[in-house]
């Protein structure tokens, strides 16, 4: 079992920039610490403001430096303090990955200098009372996602997507209970999508 909890600070963090985009979507990274097996707490997110009401492109440098900051803020202590994945907004859409968000992630799995045997997805948006609302899928190598709870600490809150998956097509995991879709059936089946891909 895996728990990613977010930090009350993460939370005022999202909350606040999630308002401050608006539609546009907006991204980063997620520092964590491990509070126990399986159990990881977001303790810092970093933020990328220059996305659009349909696409985020993350800038790997920006990300990378953040990250060295963090280890370097957490004295250098990977298998307690270390990166846990990205997070990126879908304001206009359910808080779920979409098929490229899969294949994005799928492909950060298998870039050569990726060391973690798992990488997090967290996917937010503002509900209609101002609530944080989001998912959180786990990516390991050659494993279709899964689905893992995501909750928040103390004095703060973020609601579970619902998961209308099977009714809202197109922007779905199509492939949750199975192997990844091939790259090419991917790229045929979205090339007419105005999102972009790639990173
Ligand atoms: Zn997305």
Redesign the pocket.
Known sequence: MIDIILSARCVRKLKRELKAAGRNEIGGVMAAEQIADGQFLVIDLSVQRDGTPTS?VRDPLQHRRFMRRFRLLTGNNPERFNYLGEW?S?PSFLAL??PP?VWNMHLEMHDPEQTSSFLMLL?VKLGGSGRLVGSTHAFRRAHAPIRVRLSASDGVSVQEEADFRRTVPGRSLQQDQGAFTPAKRFRREFRGDQREYRK
């Open positions: 985020f990126h879908h990955p979409s968000d996917i």
